[in-house]
């Protein structure tokens, strides 16, 4: 597929069995509600996809099964995680073998990286990717991350560096967005919060989890064809939901797949480490699965 770089790309959860392997029938499902609900396109390997749990068999799996499951039906980014430039271009290559329409690099899992050294980083990455490029910048979640100079600087540099997935305010998505000068199509993540100002600011889209995304794909089309009202309904009807499981990103694999899992009928098996759910926060699931619905069919 031609690269798209606007609209709502669910990223997708990592589902496990009980024997702790990855759960093919539970990943084919999510992808599958995906489509049917009108994603624009679909995500894999982020914060969500516990990315840092999955071994690299197993990484280079999920991108597979899903390339599979869409079979062209909607194009597909893969986040990149790596500690090298040589490991990150190599997860590049099969992304791009596998149909991947772009990429998503994370910074190195390097306590004390300085901007430029990060900047280098990418920039080598970027430079030999075969499909167009973007980063994840999230400090506020990973602790390592580019200002937002940096990023307009990486944007300067490198051509094929041409989305930058966010996870952060609509201030400083607005900041960013204006320091690179439209260069980049600007995504956002946290779940969806602020997503009508996310449009304002200047966000080509989000790259949510698939908690609401239905919703979100509703309120996305609505501010396209200008009717805001029924944009900032849409958003305040989600927006309970979407704050409980976006308090962190332990928060998110314990609560947010909860919340998926229940909306499609089936059970979670959580892989340590990790936050395991207490009795309050199951019955918060229910109570927002039950006012969300079950996924369209």
Not at 108 to 136: K, M
Not at 264 to 272: E, K, L
Request: glycine share 10%.
């Amino acid at each position: 597929m031609e690269p798209s770089f606007s609209g709502i790309w669910p990223i997708l959860y990592a589902f496990f069995t009980a024997q702790n392997t990855l759960d093919r029938a539970a990943m084919r499902r999510q992808t599958e509600i995906c489509v049917a609900g009108g994603s624009h396109g679909l995500a894999v390997m982020g914060l969500a996809t516990e990315v840092a749990k999955l071994s690299p068999a197993e990484r280079r799996q999920v991108v597979e099964w899903t390339a599979e499951d869409l079979a062209g039906r909607l194009p597909l980014a893969v986040t990149i995680f790596g500690a090298t430039p040589a490991e990150q271009s190599e997860a590049v290559a099969h992304a791009a073998a596998n149909g991947a329409a772009w990429v998503i690099l994370q910074p190195p899992r390097q306590p004390g990286i300085s901007e430029d050294e990060l900047l280098a980083f990418f920039g080598t990455v970027i430079e030999r990717s075969p499909v167009p490029a973007g980063i994840q910048n999230a400090p506020e979640l990973i602790g390592i991350g580019l200002s937002p100079g940096g990023i307009a600087e990486l944007a300067r540099r490198h051509a094929n560096f041409r989305v930058l997935k966010g996870e952060a305010p609509t201030t400083l998505i607005a900041r960013v967005v204006e320091e690179t000068g439209g260069k980049l199509a600007v995504f956002n993540g946290r779940g969806g919060l602020e997503l009508p100002d996310n449009l304002r600011a200047g966000c080509a889209g989000l790259i949510p989890a698939p908690d609401c995304f239905e919703a979100q794909v509703a309120i996305y089309e609505a501010m396209r064809r200008g009717d805001e009202a029924e944009a900032e309904r849409l958003y305040r009807e989600i927006l309970p939901a979407i704050v409980f499981v976006m308090q962190s990103v332990d928060h998110l694999i314990c609560y947010g797949k909860r919340l998926v899992a229940a909306r499609m009928g089936i059970a979670v098996h959580d892989r340590a480490p990790g936050l395991l759910p207490n009795a309050f926060g199951e019955a918060a699931v229910g109570r927002f699965a039950r006012a969300l619905g079950p996924y369209p069919a």
